[in-house]
């Protein structure tokens, strides 16, 4: 039989072999949690120009992430790259209130004149078990699993401006703070890269909700946001 890492060596060269495996004591324990999963993006970005990046990194980024900091220690895990964010957190409640703040955020940004002014928020929210470890490469805590892949596939078939939760979402934060968001049913939704048909609901908070009902009915109230 050939030896582990035969594949490895040229012709004429000592067999490479592979690290031995770790013995099954030693292994460490892999943690798992149910946790909140957002991840965002701006539609819009690929416009901006190169002198553009500075702002778009003090105003845009620098505002997610004073959004983040406000959270404390709810928030688990934080990571961006280029225009993408990725936050965990230790509820729904938490991921929901950065989610509706981020996107407060977004609006107040596109009132600006210029490229700024045409960005859009997609994000995405599930709450579901996730791993805890260690990046082997970044060589940092991180999260990681099968529903962090799903809850990214939602962000990108999100309306610019809108944000998609999943039925789990809305179901954990109807039993957290069932006052302050409203989950509205927004279809099976295909989502990215053929994963499949989901139902998916959009949020907003409940005071943002009743303002639009408001607006729709000419200022006067028609009912109690749900």
Known sequence: ANPPGYWLRAEGEPAAQLPPAEPAQQQPERQRRLVGLIFADIAGFRRLRDEDMPRFWSVVMGGLAQIVDRHGARVLFRHTWGDALN??????????????????????IRRESGLLGQIELRLAAHFAPAFAGIDPVEKGPSYYGSQLSFTA??????????????????????????????????????????????????????ERRRGARLQLAGGRDTGRAA
Request: aromatic share 10%; proline share 5%; charged share 25%.
């Open 87 to 108: 936050v965990i957190t230790e509820d729904a409640a938490t991921a929901a209130d950065i989610a509706v703040e981020i996107q407060a955020c977004i609006e107040d």
């Open 153 to 206: 596939r939602i962000e990108p078939v999100t309306p610019p401006g809108m944000i998609f939760v999943t039925e789990a979402f809305a179901a954990r934060l109807a039993l957290e703070v069932p006052e302050r968001f409203a989950c509205e049913y927004a279809g099976e939704v295909e989502l990215a890269k053929h994963f499949g048909k989901y139902r998916l609901f959009s949020l907003q908070s409940s």
